[in-house]
């Protein structure tokens, strides 16, 4: 597939897209398949010598709770704690935990490669996406709980394999989110166990897996993972490591303020004590304005008087902006 089909075919329609051999013909891959040694090796080479901040999630006999980067019981912190580290430190301890049977989950998560690995990506270049600057995830067998993204995401696995379980957008309520603004990596995540779910206590997760789909990568194999859908992450092996893209969406170079998960907490804010009948009304005009359904509400409206429903100018939109933060500040 090229990447003006998977521009023009594939990311509108917003449906998960595994690409297999996505980076097939990356040294870095080619690395990761040779072992563990040789990946970490080919790493080493780019490392400019900055910290990285690493998180670790303990080992435990209860599948409950083993390895994974979740909230802890009553909801008051973590599983896992997080420090600044040496990446060459990381990859150093991941092979000595590679020899042994239990350890702890140890994950270096988003970080941007150009700031700890220069001149990995012209080494290793995607066709896809030649002006984004992707991100480097790397740990040993662990677990990322159900959550979502605000952009679209290519993730490829470029050592180990991962499995992926994703749930459209749809199936949100069904996925019980937690706590909008104190998550474990900035977005809710889902209060289910997906590995022991408990159905008692979250009986509708039972539809969300009715409506799941799930994938296993192995090096080179990539996956498009459209906005807003849910996924969880499941590191399977000792040295495990991905490198996604976000390109558009609120990590969009020119994505405008407030980003979308702002505009949810604005909205929750200025219509949480409405009655049932009044969101309703509501949502009749942001559907008409917004989602557009129907109906285009600048296709009748003279072009000089559209302002926001137009092709706004950088000034217009720091006016807005400025009206905005007024507003708030009241």
């Known amino acids: 597939m090229s990447a003006r089909q998977f521009f023009d075919e594939v990311v509108p329609e917003q449906q998960p897209a595994v ?3 996505f980076a097939a013909d ?14 970490t090796a080919y790493l080493s080479r780019f490392y400019s010598g900055k910290k990285v901040t690493v998180s ?10 083993d390895k994974r980067f979740f909230y802890n019981d009553d909801l008051t912190g973590f599983t896992f704690v997080s420090a600044e580290e040496r ?8 092979l000595e935990l590679a020899d042994q049977d239990s350890g702890p989950a140890l994950s270096m998560q988003s970080a941007l490669t150009e700031d700890i690995l220069p001149g990995l990506v012209a080494d290793n270049p995607s066709a896809y996406f030649p002006d984004v600057q992707p991100r480097l995830w790397l740990g040993n067998a662990g677990v990322v709980d159900t959550h979502y993204d605000g952009t679209d995401n290519v993730a490829c696995v470029v050592a180990g394999r991962r499995r992926f379980v994703l749930f459209p957008p749809q ?3 069904n996925l019980y989110p937690g706590p909008l603004e104190f998550t474990p990596a900035g977005v809710p995540v889902s209060m289910v166990n997906l590995r022991k779910p408990d159905f008692a206590r979250y009986p509708r997760f039972k539809t969300a897996l009715q409506n799941a789909c799930s994938v296993e990568l192995g090096p080179g194999d990539a996956l498009f993972i ?31 303020s ?4 702002d505009s949810l907490k604005i909205a929750i804010l200025a219509m949480r004590d409405m009655t049932p009948r009044q969101r309703n009304a509501w949502r009749c005009l942001f559907d008409h304005y917004l989602f557009r359904q129907g109906v285009d509400p600048a296709s009748y409206i003279p072009a000089h008087q559209l302002h926001i429903l137009g092709e706004m100018s950088p000034e217009y939109v720091r006016s807005v902006k400025d009206y905005f933060i ?5």
């Open 87 to 94: 990446l060459d430190l990381l990859m150093r301890r991941l």
């Open 19 to 21: 690409l297999r051999g």
């Open 326 to 330: 007024k507003k708030l500040q009241k």
């Open 171 to 173: 199936q949100t309520s």
């Open 56 to 65: 670790a999630a303990p080992a435990n006999a209860d599948v409950g709770t």
């Open 258 to 261: 407030p980003n979308f998960s």
């Open 226 to 256: 459209p906005m807003l859908w849910w996924h969880y992450v499941e590191s399977l092996d000792k040295v495990n490591a991905l490198i996604n893209y976000w390109w558009n969406g609120s990590f969009a170079p020119d994505a405008t």
């Open 26 to 39: 990356w040294p870095l891959v080619a690395a990761a398949n040779k072992s563990d040694n040789d990946f």
